[in-house]
């Protein structure tokens, strides 16, 4: 076994990556990949607690694993949480170390249940959503969790599940995984820099991963730069996210125009331009990794396959202490 510290994460396979999920998440996961050993799942498992297309949902997660895999993932590194169905049997368990009450507290459940209120379908699988959570990072022993601060409710909560755990089986069985919290860019749409760049909000707020390089520059061409409300003194919402974008793709002029903003002679189809070459220069090189992925698709599939089966042995061995300690019948392997 590896001595150095483990980081776990995981995402759900629903959709496409864009660029405001590769630079606030899955950028900073590539990165850890250096220093710790990672383990990130597709968690299909959890794709099923919203409303959700049966016929679609492998496809897309293998469409998933095809982008992360070509933004600098590790095949090695990523599991499907399907493939490991200790996860399931383990939040099994934990459903009887969480508090209804606490589970109930979930600001996530209570948004989505909102928003599947008008199909008047809410699964309990949504509600027990955080506990297979919990079993996602504990089966693993994490030491570090790098999520949004959208998760911390539920690390809270993965905590509670591994200490109420450990005071009934008597011994400090799990560790207390802790959250990493990366500083990572929070990208905006261009069409609107007043909200989050993300699908839900339509096509025109997203620049994907792998964006043609006509339609980068036709949007960063159009990006929104000053609507006129700004407060004296303050940099628009609209030129804070060019540069942010612009940083965030490392682009070796940042400083020169930000020195230009401050002295006051910044010309926007400026930073237009050198935001847009280095966003095509990125995409680009993504582009061309899909390109040899999918020339050997069969072997990415059988990677991955592989990679489950071998990061499994770590999730079967945790659940047969687990099982041990909490008193059920257990097979050994
Ligand atoms: N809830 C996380 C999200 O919405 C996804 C997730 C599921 C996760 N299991 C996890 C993240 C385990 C970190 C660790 O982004």
């Known amino acids: 076994m590896s001595d150095k510290k483990r980081v776990l994460s995981c995402i759900q396979p629903t959709g496409n990556l864009h660029l405001g999920n590769y630079f606030g998440a899955v950028k900073n996961w590539v990165d850890l990949q250096e220093q710790y050993e990672c383990f990130y799942g597709i968690v299909d498992y959890h794709a099923m607690t919203m409303?959700?297309?049966?016929?679609?949902?492998?496809?897309?997660?293998?469409?998933?694993?095809?982008?992360?895999?070509?933004?600098?993932?590790?095949?090695?590194?990523?599991?499907?949480?399907?493939?490991?169905?200790?996860?399931?049997?383990?939040?099994?368990?934990?459903?009887?170390?969480?508090?209804?009450?606490?589970?109930?507290?979930?600001?996530?459940?209570k948004d989505k249940s909102q928003?599947?209120?008008?199909?008047?379908?809410?699964?309990v699988g949504l509600f027990d959503y955080p506990v297979l959570q919990a079993a996602d990072i504990l089966i693993y022993k994490a030491d570090f969790v790098p999520v949004g601060d959208d998760q911390d409710q539920h690390l809270e909560l993965t905590r509670e599940i591994a200490d109420r755990f450990n005071h009934s089986v008597g011994k400090e069985y799990f560790i207390l995984p802790q959250t990493l919290h990366t500083k990572t860019p929070r990208i905006k749409s261009p069409a609107d820099p007043t909200r989050k760049m993300s699908k839900s909000a339509g096509e025109k707020?997203?620049?994907?991963?792998?964006?043609?390089?006509?339609?980068?520059r036709k949007q960063i061409k159009s990006a929104v730069t000053d609507t006129g409300d700004t407060p004296e003194g303050e940099m628009s919402a609209g030129v804070g996210n060019l540069f942010e974008l612009l940083k965030a793709a490392n682009a070796n002029d940042y400083e020169q125009l930000m020195s230009s903003?401050?002295?006051?002679?910044?010309?926007?189809?400026?930073?237009?331009?050198?935001?847009?070459?280095?966003?095509?220069?990125?995409?680009?090189?993504?582009?061309?990794?899909?390109?040899?992925?999918?020339?050997n698709k069969k072997e990415l599939k059988y990677q991955i396959k592989q990679s489950s089966a071998e990061i499994r042995k770590v999730a079967q061995q945790t659940l047969s202490e687990v099982k041990e300690l909490v008193g059920l019948m257990n097979v050994k392997f």
């Open 115 to 123: 928003q599947n209120k008008k199909d008047g379908f809410i699964s």
């Open 51 to 109: 409303p959700y297309n049966t016929k679609k949902l492998r496809t897309q997660t293998w469409d998933l694993i095809v982008d992360l895999v070509s933004t600098g993932l590790k095949p090695e590194n990523i599991f499907i949480q399907s493939l490991v169905p200790e996860h399931a049997e383990l939040g099994w368990i934990f459903n009887c170390f969480a508090a209804v009450g606490r589970v109930s507290n979930m600001t996530q459940y």
């Open 205 to 216: 707020h997203v620049i994907g991963v792998f964006e043609e390089e006509a339609r980068i």
């Open 261 to 295: 903003y401050h002295a006051g002679d910044l010309k926007y189809s400026e930073l237009k331009e050198s935001t847009a070459e280095a966003l095509v220069s990125l995409t680009s090189t993504f582009i061309e990794n899909k390109k040899n992925i999918l020339d």
